[in-house]
């Protein structure tokens, strides 16, 4: 039990700053909130002892997931209506968006931590849909360097991302 204890303060002590941060963006600025999403998600890893042996996996991705999914959830939840009695079913499901949201505040989350080039060759190429060789010409740089650093940007987006526990 001790040796549980001790682990579980590793792991407080090593990723519930960042947790919280993280947490607090998704929440939008919501500190309450955040400060719970970090309670029931440490609470939940010391629930799921293998997230506790980081040799296996690395807790942190896993935090940042179930953070990610407490928060879907509270917003579902604050956001869904009372139930309707119906003598039919509806006939189609409809999309709140709020998976949508989530994943764009992410990847803004993420774009925000790369490097001024590789994010200014991102948004040049992906964001205005520009061609190699206009955002070359935009941000003033030769062809070679908009591909090179478009190459190294997403690879950076990509392990960002999975740091932040997004997976594809």
Known sequence: MDDEVELMRAL????AHALWAYVVRLTGGDHQLAEEVVQESLLRAWRNPRVLDQSVRPARA?????????????????????????AEPPEIAVADGTD???????????L??????????LVECYYLG??????????QVPEGTVKSRTHYALRSLRLILEEMGVSE
């Open 12 to 15: 407080h002590d090593e990723h």
């Open 62 to 86: 896993w935090l940042f997931t179930v953070a990610r999914r407490i928060v879907i959830d509270h917003w579902r939840a604050r956001s869904s209506r009372p139930e309707s009695v119906s």
């Open 130 to 139: 520009n061609s190699v060789a206009e955002a070359a010409r935009r941000l």
């Open 100 to 110: 949508e949201a989530v994943q764009s505040w992410l990847v803004i989350e993420a």
């Open 112 to 121: 925000r931590k790369l490097s001024l080039e590789h994010r200014a060759v």
